[in-house]
């Protein structure tokens, strides 16, 4: 009998299902043979105690997930995801404990081994960031549901509170919608299409309108000397004091927004669309298109932490929601760049733009610009700067399609400072006409240019490709014995060294006799004409009969 139970006890599980129960039965029958009952009612005492605990814990463990709480987290900064970090049943069931689990469970109706299964935490806690708001810990969220926060909309600090004033508010919220949802659900059952009103309703209103009188009235001396030394404090590291600014009601709805918003944040970090402490815009929604953006552009915070941004197609001006750029579109009065219209042929215009007339509207082109390019510096210093926007034009107004900007005075000649078609544009000939466009601004003004380096990788396979068919389409025009790299140079005003450049890597310059030779490469300049003939007559090149345009003074 001992070897019999003991190979029972080696099969039993320790959740007490089926081995456990077919133990237990036997136990039964064979208890009055070998053993006392007194033994028995002590190891049944004895297992009662370790079930009585498990269910505590398992009683614990529900009322945490009843109240939204997370599991412990491990040493590792992490929530548990295993059996092993977390335990709800004794480890170790043996035959006997299972026996007496069976019997409690007959005695209190209740199955352990259909416990209810532990809730996983997704929220993983890297404690190697920080919230950028200084002197603070990182410690609460502005909801009040979370132990920790990396970012500026979560941060209790920043908004002036403390992380228990936030989680208190956060209980009065949920009661406040727990009233509102059995409101609406008992009007649901009575309600009809023409409902008035009810009393409770009007007398709300009443409130309401009793609360909003006085939220014109001002600040007092003694609350405007509080904001103004806050401010001169904190600076932008603190959200400015709200209290008296307006009614209470209307506060504590602001309140709720920003705390929704930060949940809904949240959230979003923690599905891992958004990082903090990275390039948080991942979409724009430019006019009738969504582009993906490419690197980082330093927008403001409160935009740049957002996962999309609204830009207006013709003003540029940024904004944070469908609803906010559809009001901005009905009201706004432009419809092409600002500055003077410089050539214009069929739908395509060129537009020139003076950073120091239109410091605004640069400022937004040079964020936009950011990102979709690597290298770009100047974001906010545009006055030396001139800007060419290149649009195409429908019949609802002209829709960037590119630009480059060039320096007023610049000592190295550069008529490129920095160039961009945007990505709804690219691999359509727009970029070699922006190129052009420079290139025809430099012959008037009887310059040899060159774009400003570092080229980003786009770039430079753009302005190859242009030097290429320029030097070509120079070598099939002409018809003497010598050439120089001067003469090209002043012919297409395209620098020396780029010209150097190009022909090196078309195998067109050699080093003979001790003087550099220029090989006409027939085979190359039949193959360039060839593709010309293909593209036929294309309305992607720039005619300079349709410049208007005279070399700016000063430069």
């Known amino acids: 009998m001992p070897r019999r139970r003991q190979r029972h006890m080696a099969g039993s599980g320790s959740d007490g299902t089926e081995d456990s129960d077919s133990s237990a039965e036997r136990e039964q029958t064979n208890s009055s043979e070998s ?15 370790r079930l009585s605990q498990s269910s505590q814990d398992t009683q614990e463990l529900k009322r945490a997930v009843d109240h939204d709480e997370s599991p412990p987290l491990t040493p590792t900064g992490n929530a548990p995801s295993s059996e092993s970090e977390l335990d709800i049943s004794s480890p170790n069931a043996s035959h006997d404990e299972s026996q007496a689990k069976d019997q409690a469970n007959r005695d209190s109706d209740k199955d352990l081994s259909h416990r209810p299964k532990r809730r996983r935490c997704h929220e993983t806690y890297n404690f190697n960031m920080k919230c ?11 909801t009040g549901k979370h132990e920790r926060h990396f970012a500026v909309s979560g941060c209790p600090l920043y908004h002036n509170l403390s992380a228990d004033e936030c989680k208190v508010k956060a209980i009065s919220r949920e009661k406040q919608e727990e009233e509102v949802k059995a409101q609406e659900d008992s009007n649901s059952r009575h309600a009809t299409r023409h409902q008035t009103p009810t009393l409770k309703q009007i007398r709300y209103k009443e409130q309401v309108a009793e609360i909003r009188k006085g939220r014109n009235s001002g600040l007092q ?14 600076g932008n590291t603190r959200e ?19 705390a ?29 298109y969504e582009l993906d953006t490419w690197y980082h552009s330093p927008y403001p915070e409160e935009y740049a932490r957002l996962g999309r941004l609204y830009v207006c197609e013709f003003c540029l001006k940024y904004m944070k929601s469908q609803t906010i750029l559809r009001r901005h579109m009905a009201k706004c009065v432009w419809k092409h760049p600002p500055g003077d219209e410089v050539y214009r042929k069929g739908s395509i215009s060129v537009f020139e733009v003076d950073g120091k007339k239109n410091k605004i509207y640069c400022q937004n082109l040079c964020l936009l610009a950011k990102l979709f390019l690597d290298h770009k510096t100047l974001y906010y210093d545009v006055e030396p700067f001139l800007f060419y926007v290149m649009t195409e034009a429908d019949n609802t107004g002209c829709h960037l399609v590119g630009y480059f900007s060039k320096e007023k005075n610049s000592f190295l000649n550069y008529n490129v400072s920095c160039i961009l078609t945007m990505p709804q544009y690219m691999r359509q000939g727009f970029g070699k006409m922006l190129i052009d466009f420079s290139y025809l601004l430099s012959k008037v003004e009887e310059k040899v240019g060159s ?3 570092p080229l980003s990788d786009l770039g430079l396979i753009s302005y190859r490709s242009y030097w290429k068919e320029v030097l070509l389409r120079y070598m099939y025009n002409f018809q003497g ?3 120089s790299i001067k003469e090209i140079s002043q012919e297409t005003a395209v620098n020396p060294v780029d010209i150097v450049s190009t022909l090196q890597s078309l195998q067109m310059l050699k080093y003979w006799k001790g003087k550099h030779l220029v090989l006409k490469r027939q085979d190359l300049i039949d193959e360039w004409k ?22 700016p003074k000063g430069t």
């Open 451 to 453: 774009p400003e380096r």
């Open 530 to 551: 060839a593709k010309e003939i293909k593209r036929g007559n294309s309305n992607k090149t720039i005619d300079p009969s349709s410049l208007k345009w005279t070399p």
């Open 260 to 288: 929704r918003a930060s949940e809904d944040l949240e959230k979003l970090r923690i599905q891992g669309q958004i990082t903090e402490g990275s390039n948080m815009i991942k979409t724009i929604l430019f006019g009738r």
């Open 132 to 142: 950028p708001t200084p002197g603070c810990n990182s410690l609460g969220h502005l």
């Open 481 to 483: 014995k010598e050439i």
């Open 35 to 49: 053993e006392g009952t007194v033994p028995k009612r002590q190891r049944l005492t004895r297992a009662s105690t």
């Open 240 to 258: 400015p004091l709200l209290e008296n600014i307006t009614s209470e009601y209307d506060l504590e709805l602001f309140r709720k927004a920003q």
């Open 221 to 234: 001396k003694e609350q405007k000397e509080k904001h103004v030394e806050h401010r001169q404090t904190h």
